[in-house]
């Protein structure tokens, strides 16, 4: 595979594509967190209503996910993908236009739906990929893809800068936000006339039902009834925060209707999934052992997603800051120190999957890499300004990799639960890690830098216990073929079988 990756015929040609999609999703997602303190200083905005701003962006991003993949599964990720890249350009042309904190909080918000981007192309490459490379695959689109982090981290302020003379000297970080979303638009054309969903001799397989995701097992609809209300519960902590002092974009009552509405949606969810799967609840259906999956497995998942994806939006978000405030940098190298976190992305997360693929185990990968990413955060928990500079990117970079890895490694399992529902698991699975964005930086919100850094690395320490106790190795995790592909061919040809 990796002799492959320098072609850019079939496959392969696809991946390339996709993950580049995916970048430009993330240079527009994350284009707001360099210019967050210079942003600040010239619209009067408090510390508090900054913070509350990177939660915002990764708020909306959580009921995206859900959303988008079902989405995905019902119309494919070819048209899916190209309308979320052209519609990128309504947030970033919104944050480049806003006045107040409130037109920048409406406009973060809208930028969450660009960042369900992820859940598209999660799709795409497991349409394309067989088992036995799905780590790597997936590692490389997603590795590949959160490198634009660090394009948003590194590239936007030295375009704001170059082009100051446009703005009267100061930091043009509105003509560098605007560009991130012209060009996501421009390529959204380019990709809906250049990709397919699936090789010329595959079928796109869609689920039987849509509106909410088919479980297996009585047990697993009440598992994911209580993913759901976590989902939601996110979203309430959000509304929270932003009725609070020092932020007053919602008034008390504005939060409680918010509220009612969230509690509207978990009903509706929950009606929808009883829907869906009404049938296996008053004991009408039954699965046979090769179509049941757990949703135990895919619960464990948006643990691990929570742990590594999720601490990586909340130090991507709050590092430039940090790196500005505790060692008194500009804003512009800090940066692109900051942007050594998401830097990693080019290597960590695919050699995540690599590793997942090569070393014979998934389970015990995602076991190892969780803690070492608990490793990490608990080293950064003690940086301070009496440290000195290399060694503090030194320690980010630590618990980067590990981190980012993990993602990898995630995203090695998740496409190999329930192929035909690949959206939605992969939507479930990486709103969890918003999740655990949202709550991350509401705790850093409330509290400080270290305070962050140790609950994040206490967080994958228990996670690593959790998946050396209860995570299964996924079947056919190394098959050269997909599991339903084997099971046709090995029906066709009985003969085989026979002779075997």
């Not at 380019?190 to 509106?211: C, E, H």
């Not at 479980?215 to 759901?228: D, E, G, P, Q």
């Not at 940098?329 to 590793?355: C, K, W």
Request: proline share 4%; charged share 10%; with cysteine.
């Amino acid at each position: 595979m990796l002799k492959g990756l320098f072609s850019f015929r079939d496959r392969y040609r696809i991946l390339h594509q996709t993950w580049f999609a995916f970048f430009l999703t993330f240079v527009c997602w994350f284009n707001f967190a360099p210019f967050a303190t210079t942003i600040g200083k010239q619209l009067h905005l408090a510390p508090e209503q900054i913070k509350t701003l990177g939660i915002c962006n990764l708020a909306l991003t959580i009921p995206a996910r859900l959303i988008i993949g079902m989405l995905l599964d019902r119309f494919g990720p070819r048209i899916t993908y190209s309308i979320l890249l052209m519609f990128a350009a309504v947030p970033c042309l919104a944050t480049a236009l806003s006045q107040d904190f409130n037109q920048l909080v409406i406009s973060r918000l809208l930028m969450g739906i660009v960042g369900s981007g992820f859940v598209v192309g999660i799709r795409m490459v497991a349409e394309w990929f067989p088992p036995k490379e799905m780590g790597s695959a997936q590692g490389i689109y997603g590795g590949w893809g959160n490198f634009g982090a660090f394009g948003a981290e590194f590239a936007l302020p030295m375009i704001a800068v170059a082009t100051s003379f446009l703005a009267g000297g100061a930091s043009n970080w509105r003509l560098a936000i605007a560009l991130t979303g012209i060009i996501a638009a421009i390529y959204g054309v380019i990709y809906y006339n250049s990709v397919q969903d699936t090789p010329a001799d595959k079928v796109y397989k869609k689920p039987k039902k849509n509106g909410a995701l088919e479980v297996t097992s009585v047990k697993s609809f009440w598992a994911m009834i209580l993913s759901n209300f976590g989902l939601i519960f996110a979203l309430g902590l959000l509304a929270w925060r932003l009725e609070q002092k020092n932020i007053h974009f919602l008034n008390q009552t504005q939060m409680y209707l918010v509220w009612v509405v969230l509690a509207g949606l978990f009903a509706y969810q929950t009606y929808k999934a009883y829907q869906v799967n009404k049938e296996l609840l008053i004991g009408k259906k039954t699965y046979t052992p090769v179509q049941r999956y757990q949703f135990s497995q895919v619960a464990l998942l948006e643990f691990t997603y929570v742990t590594n994806f999720g601490s990586e939006l909340a130090a991507v978000s709050m590092l430039p800051a940090f790196f500005e405030k505790t060692f008194g940098l500009e804003h512009v190298v800090a940066g692109m120190i900051a942007a050594t976190y998401p830097f990693l992305n080019l290597v960590s997360r695919p050699s995540g999957g690599l590793i997942s693929d090569k070393f014979g185990s998934r389970k015990w990968t995602m076991t190892i890499i969780s803690a070492g990413i608990g490793v990490g955060y608990l080293m950064a928990h003690f940086i301070n300004s009496s440290w000195p500079i290399p060694l503090a990117i030194a320690v980010t970079m630590f618990a980067a990799y590990f981190a980012q890895a993990g993602c990898g490694a995630t995203y090695g399992i998740v496409p190999l639960i329930k192929k035909e529902a690949t959206g939605q698991i992969a939507g479930n699975v990486g709103a969890y890690g918003n999740f655990g964005g949202v709550v991350y930086l509401t705790i850093f919100s409330l509290t400080d830098a270290s305070t962050l850094f140790s609950t994040m690395g206490v967080a994958a320490i228990i996670c690593a216990f959790m998946c050396g106790f209860f995570l299964k190795e996924p079947k056919g995790s190394f098959a050269g073929a997909p599991e339903d592909e084997l099971s046709e061919t090995l029906t066709q040809k009985p003969s085989v079988l026979a002779e075997e």
